[in-house]
């Protein structure tokens, strides 16, 4: 997929969350003519006005998709959410001679099956797999979870990260576990049951063309509601990055047995499908006293993870799109600056339970990036549609400068809203630390 500076590079951009106002504000830096044409279940008004035009629609409806596509002749597609991924949006738009970054529906099934990925961890070998079982009839439930010390009950298939119940915080008994587990059979025809692991989470994103690999630095998001991590878990409420691209609470072994899971990833899909993965694989980790395990897989950008890293991408996006879908990632260096990250987000009263909606929320200065998430313009105000609103994001040499640029942005904020003010801060951080030498005896 070649092309020069002059020519104007056609992007479809699929998606309305801050994940894709990131993904569209990087494109624009680029050094490449980019017109984005954005597809969206809601306009995005930060999307919206870098669009070239904007197609509104459900992001399920992929005949409306592939025909905007055609009509406005893009050259490439960019794929946000994991959805339209597991419905086969990059298939469709294949046969219309258009190439995605994302994978086919076969290999979203990483995201959309947790089943279809544990079993291909199993049968090649992956490491960090963690002791699990599929259950398809309750014959065995007992057994299994008789043999973990506590356990983790998730549902096979996509469900917007609100199906994983965890031992200690969604239920406290297996027995509890044990009938959320009957229901999932039930309801669906089958449930994986897995140990639960204790430790550190963290997220590690690589760009891959299916043969070569290219890692984004370190993240980690805080899914808990309030300070401290108390509350109920969220779609999160914000993540930060180091400028050294790691993690204080991890050591390089660590980082290299993440990185090695994820290329090994990359291998054994080509092995089991015969196709090239080409997009973001994106894996959950965590840090155990023992070893470095796979929580999960997403097959696309973390948000907020997506405004952690873009913002510290020095390569061309146009560049590193291109070379994802010609396979020659090989060829390319992808660099990202070595500066620190904090993303805060400002989420609506209530939230993630009973968020208010359609209250007003002012921006007030603020040195940070900001990213639109669930809000719409109404009337030159903007209004809050009941999810996480906008994001903050500050930039800075150091962790204390990046988190200082993002709280006091997010404190010029007006609303019936909230935030976790310690996202980023030392304190928290200490805590992390402390908790990963208390496991490993340090």
Known sequence: MGGTMDETVKVLLIG??????????????????????????????????????????????????????????????????????????????????????????????????????????????????PRFMILKTEENLQKFIDGLEQIVVKPDGLTGGKGVQVQGDHFQTKEEGLAYAKKLIEQDGKVVIEEKLVGEEFSLMTLTDGRTIRDCPLVQDHKRAFVMDKGPNTGGMGSYSEADHSLPFLTAADVRKARRINEKMVEVLYRETGKYFKGVLYGGFIATKDDVKLIEYNVRFGDPEAMNVLPLLRTSLVSVCRAIIDGTLRDLEVEFDHRATVCKYIVPEGYPEHPVKGETVTIGPHDADLYFASVEKKDGHLVMLGSRALAFVGVGATLEEAERIAQASVEGVKGKVFFRQDIGTQKLIDRRIAHMQELRGE
């Not at 197609?55 to 592939?66: E, K, N, Y």
């Not at 990059?90 to 099956?113: K, M, N």
């Open 16 to 129: 309305n969350g801050a994940r894709e106002h990131v993904l569209a504000k990087t494109f624009m830096r680029a050094p490449e003519k980019v017109a984005l044409y954005g597809v969206m279940a809601a306009k995005n008004p930060g999307i919206g006005e870098l669009c070239e035009e904007s197609f509104i629609t459900p992001l399920d409806d992929l005949a409306s998709i592939v025909a905007f596509a055609k009509r406005s002749g893009v050259d490439f597609a960019v794929i946000g959410p994991e959805k339209p991924l597991a419905d086969g949006i990059v298939d469709a738009l294949a046969e219309e001679g258009i190439p995605s970054v994302g994978p086919t529906r076969e290999l979203a099934q990483l995201e959309s099956s947790k089943g279809f990925t544990r079993s291909l961890m199993e049968r090649y070998g992956v490491p960090g797999l």
